[in-house]
């Protein structure tokens, strides 16, 4: 009898998630020097991280030989000031994806439904089909979230609703008006969870902290890897009711964020002219790739976030290309096979970008 055989039945079908090539790997590959290659695939923040995040790390080092706090009391205590919400309003997760898996370890059976766009961030599917339960894939039209098409898909299986927004890969938003309407609509028997990965990078991002207050089942998750340049650290949180946040701590490790992750978002939780300057500068190098796809003739999809998703068409062909030249971005499944995403990088990165796609787009054009 092999490994496989006393495996559940349900991982051996279990997709597996595919991430971006780190650029050591594509580094080696082709044989180019580590500072030619500008990794524009896995929408991190370009100018890394805030001075004041680094230093308070680096402080955390001298007690490496410690556990973490396992209740994170620091960190929470500056999130109650950032949201004004309580104590047991929060969860903290080895990045906000893990919290995504809890929400599943709670409520997921088999059977289930989880309700998500067709172009969602891809993970919701992946922690769906891990629980056995069913996910429910909605159209986008326009690869923008439609509410109404959500709402429509809602049956009394459905357990989990997600939206992102700004949505990964499409960088579509929805308006706070809608969303309001489109909870309130939902019946009892239905979470609905908000993806806040990219908030920062719109103007005004939706509040739905009101929902939260008026008793519907709402959870909202925020991540450090984006604009506050911690992707290697692993680190976000989820904020909701007391009843919620209960709930999601019995399904959490002990230790599950650890003690350097932690005192760095502290860190960039006080440095906000940090954030503000990446958000001037995310949308200065927006406006410079939409001028260069432009300047190509490649249409893209309007971005609310730190990245572009671009239709140059054979999308996975010029990945390859691009890759090749030391640009890495990133192509995605069949259904989006004529686009290729772009994160924004600092200016140098993008001007690079472009003249790498102008040149590989006489190879592999649409
Ligand atoms: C990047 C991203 C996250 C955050 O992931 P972490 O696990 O916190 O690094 C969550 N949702 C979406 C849509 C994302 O693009």
């Not at 580590?34 to 100018?47: G, M, T, V």
């Not at 929470?76 to 000031?81: A, D, K, N, P, Q």
């Not at 080895?94 to 088999?110: A, C, K, Q, T, Y």
């Not at 992707?231 to 019995?250: N, W």
Request: a negative charge; charged letters at 20%; hydrophobic letters at 40%.
């Amino acid at each position: 009898m092999n490994l496989s055989q006393l495996a559940n039945a349900r991982i051996l079908d279990q997709p597996v998630y595919e991430p971006g090539k780190p650029i050591d790997d594509v580094a080696k590959e082709y044989g180019l020097p580590l500072d030619q290659i500008c990794k524009l695939a896995s929408n991190e923040n370009p100018w890394g991280s805030s001075a004041l995040a680094q230093k308070a790390a680096t402080q955390a080092l001298k007690t490496l030989h410690l556990y973490p706090d396992g209740s994170a009391h620091a960190l929470i205590r500056r999130l109650m000031e950032v949201h004004s919400l309580t104590q047991q309003q929060f969860v903290l997760g080895n990045g906000s994806n893990e919290i995504i898996e809890l929400l599943g370890h709670v409520f997921l059976e088999p059977g289930d439904e989880l309700v998500c766009g067709e172009f969602a961030f891809i993970v919701y599917k992946l922690v769906a089909l891990l629980m056995g339960a069913q996910p429910v894939e909605v159209p986008m039209p326009g690869l923008s979230h439609d509410l109404d098409l959500m709402r429509k898909a809602i049956t009394e299986r459905t357990k989990l609703v997600f939206l992102p927004s700004p949505n990964n890969p499409t960088g579509s938003a929805n308006t706070e008006e809608e969303i309001f309407q489109f909870v309130r609509s939902l019946p009892e028997h239905v979470i609905f969870c908000f993806d806040e990965a990219y908030a920062e990078y719109l103007e005004a991002p939706p509040d739905l902290r009101p929902l939260i207050e008026e008793g519907r089942k709402v959870i909202c998750l925020r991540t450090f890897s984006k604009i506050h340049g911690l992707a290697a650290l692993r680190i976000g949180y989820g904020y909701s009711s007391p009843e919620m946040i209960g709930l999601l701590q019995r399904a959490r490790q002990p230790f599950n964020v650890n003690a350097v992750a932690q005192a760095a978002a502290i860190g960039a939780l006080e440095d906000g002219d940090w954030v503000s300057l990446c958000q001037k500068r995310n949308r200065d190098g927006l406006a410079q790739l939409a001028a260069g796809l432009d300047k190509l003739g490649i249409e893209y999809i309007p971005s609310h976030a730190n990245f572009l998703l671009s239709k140059p068409g054979n999308g996975r062909s010029l990945f390859f290309e691009l890759q090749k030249r030391g640009i890495i971005t990133r192509a995605l499944g069949p259904a989006l096979g004529d686009y290729l995403r772009i994160s924004v990088g600092t200016e140098h990165e993008n001007f690079r970008l472009l003249n790498e796609l102008e040149q590989a787009l006489t190879v592999y054009g649409a």
